[in-house]
């Protein structure tokens, strides 16, 4: 799966994780949920490291809603 990137999402005190076959399609699950009005969304490449992760305000300004 290589390129894959996941969208992690907090809902009813449980957090979620989906996996996506690139960044764009997770940026749009991203933007979907954020629309949705969930509060916690998280974006980020399937790596063994925290570098490159979206989350929080640029998540907001990347999706458009800053």
Known sequence: MRGAW?????????TTMQVYRSKRVALRAATALLKDGVAEVEVGPMLDTD????????????AGFV
């Open 51 to 62: 570098q490159g992760v979206i989350r929080g305000d640029e998540l907001r300004r990347v």
């Open 6 to 14: 996941y969208v992690a999402y907090k809902a009813d005190a449980v």
